[in-house]
């Protein structure tokens, strides 16, 4: 599962922390999964002393299953690989930030000699 998770973080861009309405990677070995699920909920759990925290997900599987989950912090955030009814776990938001890519339809760098060659795109950029 190490090599796994270490395979994985080269790979995908995962945040250092977990919010509502993150999207969170889950990797499990028994049964074999590797699914996305919806963080729809985080709550404290007053039960215990130690920092433990109710995480409520969505998998996003056809049809959507909603789960609840009691995790530590470093077991939520992907510090840790842990284990459910014996079998090993791991859980990690995910970054869905753009990137900063230069758009196709921005026209090539050019020597401008005059403004008056300067032509006007078809396209327009929006933001």
């Known amino acids: 599962m190490e090599n796994l ?9 995962f945040k250092e922390s977990t919010d509502i309405g993150d999207l969170v990677l889950i990797v499990a070995k028994e049964p074999q999964m590797l699914v996305y699920a919806l963080v729809t909920d985080i709550e404290r759990d007053v039960t215990r002393k130690d ?26 955030t992907g510090l840790e ?7 090993e776990r ?8 753009p990137s900063v890519a230069k758009s196709p339809v921005d026209p090539p760098p050019e020597k401008e000699t005059s403004t008056a060659k300067r032509q006007t795109p078809f396209l327009k950029r929006v933001k």
Do not use: C, D, N
């Open 5 to 13: 998770v270490a395979e994985l973080k080269q790979i995908v861009p």
């Open 51 to 76: 920092e433990w925290w109710h995480l409520s997900l969505t998998f996003l599987t056809v049809p959507p299953q909603e789960t609840k989950w009691t995790l530590r912090t470093a077991q939520m």
């Open 81 to 87: 690989i842990f284990t459910m009814g014996g079998e």
């Open 90 to 97: 791991f859980v990690k938001a995910v970054s869905f930030t």
